[in-house]
């Protein structure tokens, strides 16, 4: 961490301290840091699971080159189901997936475009249901 970035942090949190007190600090921290470690959780969990639906490793969906149906898919999948479950932006879907923000929209677009007239695009949408169920399912494993 940059040494600016390192005062602003510290003087942000200071005035924090000031306005809510320091236990509501901490707590509002504490809070913060359950919520990133079960998103962290739940993004790894989607990941794994476009990667067993679309038979495709998670290195090659996320530094493959080619652009064979299985791993462009298994992209726009993972984008859209970590946009709808994990709430976060695009760009750190992004960062997550090693693409451009502009690809990242490309693939949410095309997933929410899909017709289930067609049968490539009826495929992609059988697979993102076995994902949500499993994810689900994995999830109520965690909690309990």
């Known amino acids: 961490m940059a040494i600016k970035d390192g005062k602003q942090l510290i003087e942000v949190l200071l005035r924090t301290i000031d306005r809510v007190g320091i236990k509501k600090t901490i707590e509002n921290l ?22 067993k639906e ?46 451009d923000v502009s690809n990242v929209n490309k693939y949410i677009k095309k997933c929410q475009n899909l017709d289930s007239n067609f049968k490539s695009d009826k495929d992609i949408l059988i697979s993102i ?4 169920d499993r994810v689900h399912i994995e999830l109520a494993q965690k909690l309990i």
Do not use: W
């Open 30 to 51: 504490e809070l913060t840091e359950v919520h990133i470690t079960e998103n962290q959780v739940l993004q790894d969990i989607i990941l794994s699971e476009t990667c």
């Open 54 to 99: 679309f038979e495709i490793t998670k290195r090659i969906l996320i530094m493959g080159r080619k652009n064979n149906p299985s791993r462009t898919n298994a992209i726009g999948v993972c984008c859209v189901l970590i946009k709808k479950y994990c709430k976060i932006s695009q760009s750190e879907i992004g960062r997550i997936l090693r693409k």
């Open 129 to 132: 249901k076995k994902i949500e």
